[in-house]
């Protein structure tokens, strides 16, 4: 991927198909929520709004990398549709399932040539061992996005976005995401932009909990839970 988000973070709605609904929250939700209410008093409001949600992964790592790559540069809208074409064209979403299917077939589902040649990389490096999931829970963030960001097409933000979202690791900060600055300049910077240094001085108050901050800064622009 390797470029800043440029809009609001892709829902794609997979509906009852492999899996996709089988969703797992953060263990620490409750207690980073808790943390962050007493040291950020925009936080504290957010937590009170949307109490009744929360970050949930849908547990499969190939499929929550695939989903990001259908959706990058895309709308939300188009990324909905191109992702149901998928789930109707390709058997399962599996890295066996997905070598099994021929280019012209993951085209037609409305991927750009270059899209297909990342999904397929990404298989790949699943299919032969390159990528060793069950070695994670002993990395740090940093050791994963290194071995994420070798795969064609994974860039540091999807790397990001994986960490949060299928990961569930408390403390990612994804300073180029563009939904985060959007909301801390609505919040902390009377809608000015903010600067990379003050992302990163304001993340400071939120350790250990910043994806969780972000989470519900996300969560303040749009009516819908994020999820991938």
Same mark, same amino acid.
């Given at each position: 991927?390797?470029?800043?988000?440029?809009?609001? !973070?892709?829902? !794609?709605?997979?509906?009852?198909?492999?899996?996709?609904?089988?969703?797992? +929250?953060?263990?620490?939700?409750?207690?980073?929520?808790?943390?962050? #209410?007493?040291?950020?008093?925009?936080?504290?409001?957010?937590?009170?709004?949307?109490?009744?949600? *929360?970050?949930?992964?849908?547990?499969?790592?190939? *499929?929550?990398?695939?989903?990001?790559?259908?959706?990058?540069?895309?709308?939300?809208?188009?990324?909905?549709?191109?992702?149901?074409?998928?789930?109707? #064209?390709?058997?399962?979403?599996?890295?066996?399932?997905?070598?099994?299917?021929?280019?012209?077939?993951?085209?037609?589902?409305?991927?750009? #040539?270059?899209?297909?040649?990342?999904?397929?990389?990404? *298989?790949?490096?699943?299919?032969?061992?390159?990528?060793?999931?069950?070695?994670?829970?002993?990395?740090?963030?940093?050791?994963?996005?290194?071995?994420?960001?070798?795969?064609?097409?994974?860039?540091? @933000?999807?790397?990001?976005?994986?960490?949060?979202? +299928?990961?569930?690791?408390?403390?990612?900060?994804? &300073?180029?995401?563009?939904?985060?600055?959007?909301?801390?300049?609505?919040?902390?910077?009377?809608?000015?932009?903010?600067?990379?240094?003050?992302?990163?001085?304001?993340?400071?108050?939120?350790?250990?909990?910043?994806?969780?901050?972000? @989470?519900?800064? @996300?969560?303040?622009?749009?009516? &819908?839970?994020?999820?991938?």
């Amino acid at each position: 991927m390797g470029q800043p988000y440029s809009g609001s !973070l892709v829902r !794609l709605r997979a509906g009852g198909r492999h899996g996709y609904n089988l969703r797992m +929250n953060p263990p620490y939700w409750q207690q980073a929520s808790a943390a962050l #209410a007493l040291c950020d008093p925009v936080l504290a409001t957010l937590v009170e709004r949307f109490s009744g949600t *929360a970050l949930a992964s849908r547990g499969d790592p190939f *499929a929550t990398l695939v989903r990001s790559i259908v959706g990058q540069q895309i709308s939300v809208k188009a990324a909905d549709s191109v992702w149901a074409r998928c789930l109707a #064209a390709v058997p399962e979403v599996t890295p066996g399932g997905v070598l099994e299917s021929e280019p012209e077939t993951l085209r037609a589902c409305g991927l750009s #040539a270059r899209k297909v040649e990342y999904v397929l990389d990404l *298989a790949r490096h699943f299919a032969d061992g390159q990528i060793q999931v069950q070695h994670w829970s002993s990395l740090s963030d940093a050791e994963i996005i290194g071995e994420l960001t070798a795969v064609r097409g994974v860039g540091v @933000w999807t790397a990001e976005m994986f960490l949060i979202f +299928n990961q569930l690791r408390p403390d990612i900060l994804p &300073l180029d995401d563009i939904g985060l600055q959007k909301a801390v300049a609505l919040h902390y910077c009377h809608g000015e932009r903010p600067g990379r240094r003050f992302l990163v001085e304001q993340g400071e108050r939120w350790r250990p909990w910043r994806s969780v901050a972000t @989470w519900y800064l @996300w969560r303040s622009l749009d009516p &819908l839970p994020v999820e991938y």
